[in-house]
């Protein structure tokens, strides 16, 4: 068992009709992107698209960087429910700084949370291929919703949510 499809809220402007298109990615900044790519297609998610060398002024002016030089890598679930990818973004120039939120208090995004079918057996093959979770079993919040928690390479927390 492996993650399902990713959880998101869809964003509906007040006023406006919804927007059939939703989130296109989240984006993730990594340090070495080939180990988080393992980390990734060990829950499930498949490399859909690389886009080895990006140079692109336009990508540092819209994010105040004095250049943009990365490296990208597009997953998904191989059966996905929506168009909805992850972008594993490597900064090459600027290099990435800084850490992940250490708890959840932080403010801002600080958790990518993935909706499975069956958490025991998803948590019991991730951990066949040495995926770590922060409890040992899944913990239960709200009426049939269980939950546990790992984080990836660069510490970033990663959910799966059963009964969403």
């Not at 927007?19 to 297609?41: H, K, M, V």
């Not at 692109?56 to 890598?73: H, P, S």
């Not at 996905?80 to 972008?87: C, G, N, Q, R, V």
């Not at 269980?146 to 799966?160: A, C, E, K, W, Y």
Request: aromatic letters at 10%.
């Amino acid at each position: 068992m492996t993650i399902s499809h990713a959880y998101s809220t869809w964003i509906k402007p007040k006023g406006r009709r919804q927007n059939d298109r939703g989130f296109p990615a989240w984006s993730i900044t990594c340090r070495d992107l080939e180990q988080s790519i393992d980390f990734y297609e060990r829950l499930g998610l498949k490399v859909v698209k690389r886009i080895p060398d990006v140079r692109e002024d336009g990508i540092a002016r819209a994010f105040k960087q004095t250049q943009a030089n990365l490296t990208v890598a597009y997953l998904a679930p191989p059966h996905p429910a929506s168009k909805l990818f992850i972008d594993l973004v490597q900064w090459l120039e600027p290099s990435a700084i800084g850490q992940a939120y250490p708890a959840l208090n932080h403010v801002g995004l600080n958790r990518l949370a993935f909706r499975v079918r069956d958490i025991d057996a998803t948590v019991s093959a991730l951990r066949e291929q040495a995926i770590s979770f922060l409890s040992q079993e899944s913990q239960v919040f709200g009426p049939g919703i269980r939950s546990i928690v790992t984080n990836d390479p660069d510490g970033v927390f990663i959910q799966l949510i059963e009964g969403l």
